[in-house]
């Protein structure tokens, strides 16, 4: 396997560990990265991933700034390939606590359906790739994050713009019994059949790897599953809750730079209503927690707006 470490990220990658202002990044012309992000250049001839600049109708427009990670960046990708890219990291707190631990970022894809982007997980080295979406991987060990690890299955078809997506990935913690500074690995790679489509094929940017712990209820609390809908949001989203107990409950927003920008008390419903109107644009974390101790749910959701 010929591996190539790229030296210059296209876009931000960034992850955090114990604390969301402890984070390590990968920024254009930064040449000093502790954690690389890797393609693997021998495993595929035709669709190399590469940091480009988009112009590769219909992927012609970056999310931010000017480059992005695109396969390929030239013409119709090809047939019975594959495109890989590795991240190497350190189990955190984030995965231990279950506050947050979660691959994330934006998706421009134009692809058939049967042609897709997908996510695994390693934590032998390599020696063998779980995929982060089979649910049968973790259940019953990770109830609290059944039934679906992610907001989707996988990135295809023609995404006709640029659309967030998020893997999470805490429910491997208590699977696996993963130990905390152990190292994993993540591998993703852009897949496809034997049917030429004629198409430019997928590109990614704003890239998260986040690993962190903020602002943690009671250590002895039962972690419940949740999801923001929708997400990403303009104005409101809905916090879903897989189980409210009758007890009050607090739930607080913070944003990327580990401010607090949202608190309510006394909340009492399964669907929490969030006015997000006022917010700028970008990702933010929330945590629910029962006032009396016995549960928390953490999660993020996105605000973007036409």
């Not at 021998?42 to 590769?56: C, L, M």
């Not at 390693?122 to 609290?144: E, N």
């Amino acid at each position: 396997m010929s591996l190539l470490v790229l030296g210059v990220m296209c876009c931000t990658l960034q992850a955090s560990a114990q604390f969301i202002e402890d984070r390590y990044s990968f920024e254009p012309g930064d040449t000093l990265q502790a954690h690389p992000l890797v393609v693997d250049s021998g495993a595929s001839v035709f669709n190399q991933w590469a940091i480009a600049q988009p112009d590769n109708p219909p992927l012609v427009t970056p999310y931010g700034g000017a480059y992005v990670l695109m396969t390929p960046d030239t013409g119709a990708y090809a047939v019975n390939d594959s495109a890989c890219f590795y991240i190497d990291h350190l189990v955190g707190p984030g995965f231990i606590t279950g506050f947050e631990a979660s691959f994330s970022g934006w998706y421009w894809a134009d692809a058939d359906t049967a042609d897709i982007g997908k996510l695994y997980m390693s934590i032998d080295s390599g020696a063998t790739w779980m995929d982060v979406m089979d649910d049968s991987l973790v259940s019953p060990g990770a109830v609290a994050y059944t039934p679906a690890l992610s907001e989707f299955g996988g990135l295809s078809g023609a995404s006709g713009g640029w659309t967030y997506f998020s893997y999470d990935l805490r429910a491997f913690y208590e699977a696996y019994d993963l130990q905390e500074n152990q190292p994993i690995t993540l591998r993703f790679c852009f897949l496809t059949d034997s049917v030429f489509d004629n198409r430019a094929g997928l590109m990614l940017d704003n890239l998260w790897m986040i690993d962190y712990v903020e602002g943690l209820a009671p250590h002895h609390a039962v972690s419940i599953a949740s999801k923001a809908v929708p997400n990403p949001a303009g104005s409101q989203t809905i916090l879903e809750l897989t189980r409210s107990d009758g007890h009050a409950f607090t739930v607080q927003v913070w944003d990327l730079t580990g401010a607090l920008v949202r608190r309510w008390s006394a909340v009492n419903t399964d669907r929490i209503g969030l006015d997000v109107a006022g917010l700028a644009e970008g990702l933010y974390r929330y945590q629910v927690y029962s006032q009396d101790g016995g549960w928390v749910s953490n999660g993020s959701f996105v605000v973007q707006r036409p």
